[in-house]
């Protein structure tokens, strides 16, 4: 069971970045994906939900608006759109999976890291200003 995050890098201030996290070992559309990020001194982030069923989506205020979620199970890949991108967007960005019926949980645990089973890696992501 692997999950790789893809996509980051080096962007200038209103510049978009696509993170892609592709998964190896098992089967994507069973399982809710989450995104989280880490910034240097500050504890981890949940940034954004996407269920495994239904495609409902959940964002961070911090992000809500800019950044959107979506997921190819063809691909068996989930995909983070990040658009005007802000200096404090900074951080290493990681995905997370949590094995379905993930939908019909309370919303507040969707963004919380320790309600995940598995972690990538992590891609950083540098907003320059």
């Known amino acids: 069971v692997q999950l790789v995050e893809s996509g980051g890098g080096l962007v200038q201030a209103g510049g978009s970045l696509r993170l892609s996290c592709a998964a190896s070992?098992?089967?994507?559309?069973?399982?809710?994906i989450g995104w989280f990020r880490q910034a240097p001194g500050r504890e981890i982030e949940g940034i954004s939900y996407?269920?495994?069923?239904?495609?409902?989506?959940l964002y961070a205020k911090s992000v809500k608006g800019r950044f959107t979620i979506s997921r190819d199970n063809a691909k068996n890949t989930v995909y983070l759109q990040m658009n005007s991108l802000k200096p404090e967007d900074t951080a290493v960005y990681y995905c997370?999976?949590?094995?379905?019926?993930?939908?019909?949980?309370?919303?507040?645990?969707?963004?919380?890291?320790?309600?995940?089973?598995?972690w990538g890696q992590g891609t950083q992501v540098t907003v320059s200003s």
């Open positions: 997370a999976s949590k094995r379905g019926p993930t939908q019909y949980s309370d919303n507040s645990l969707k963004l919380t890291n320790w309600w995940y089973d598995h």
């Open positions: 070992g098992f089967t994507l559309v069973d399982y809710g």
């Open positions: 996407i269920s495994e069923s239904d495609g409902s989506t």
